[in-house]
């Protein structure tokens, strides 16, 4: 797992790098992400493990692999992680808004009772 893992991050897509440039080194508000994170069998795009939160990154494969997709999820959250999914072409197309719902998401998971607040840029 920890090579094929270590491939993934090597071979990243281009939504998965420019996402990647902007989680990287706690540039959202000081959160620590991991980049092909294992959680079990299964290797996460991103991890916010301070927050329990998982980032998927889609392409077009995966409409074919909902199924998958859903018993992953199950898994996941099963293990106490939260589970967002974006689109490649939203992480390429809408980059802001992506971070936005992400840190929305990371911040409410790491303090549950702190309101969900803009994406300090």
């Known amino acids: 797992m920890r090579r094929y893992a270590r491939?993934?991050?090597t071979n990243q897509t281009d939504a998965e790098r420019l996402l990647w440039s902007r989680l990287r080194r706690r540039q959202l508000a000081g959160f620590k992400f991991r980049r092909q994170h294992q959680v079990?069998?299964?290797i996460c795009d991103f991890a916010c493990v301070e927050a329990l939160e998982v980032v998927e990154l889609d392409g077009s494969q995966h409409a074919e692999n909902l199924e998958y997709d859903l018993r992953r999820d199950r898994?996941?959250?099963?293990a106490g992680f939260e589970v967002l999914r974006f689109w490649n072409g939203?992480?390429?197309g809408r980059t802001e808004?992506?971070?936005?719902t992400i840190y929305?998401?990371?911040r409410q998971g790491s303090d549950?009772?702190?309101?969900a607040g803009h994406l300090p840029i």
């Open 75 to 78: 898994f996941l959250r099963s």
């Open 90 to 92: 939203d992480v390429l």
């Open 104 to 106: 929305a998401l990371v």
């Open 97 to 100: 808004d992506v971070l936005d």
């Open 40 to 42: 079990g069998l299964y």
């Open 7 to 9: 491939s993934l991050r």
């Open 112 to 115: 549950p009772s702190a309101p």
